[in-house]
């Protein structure tokens, strides 16, 4: 007979997990929390291109935080700028 499990989802992703401790972990860095000022959270970015770094956005092992060009999309542009 089944039985419920109970698995801990990212507020900004879909990616989950088994315990509460790796989820936490896991949204202090994960690209779609705007707290970090990713790429995927900027209002500079037009599909998988930045406008104002003239880059592709992803690149394999490379994760940008903190971007001196990040500006913040019009939802969040109230709550963290």
Known sequence: MPHPITRYQCNFCRKHYSTKYDATKHEGGC?????????????????????KL????????????????????????EEFE
């Open 31 to 51: 690209l779609c929390n705007p707290l970090n000022r990713s790429c995927s959270t900027c209002n500079n970015r037009t599909g998988d291109y930045c406008d």
């Open 54 to 77: 003239f880059r592709p956005v992803f690149i394999k092992g490379e994760k940008i935080f903190n971007c001196l060009s990040w500006k913040a999309q019009r939802e969040y542009e």
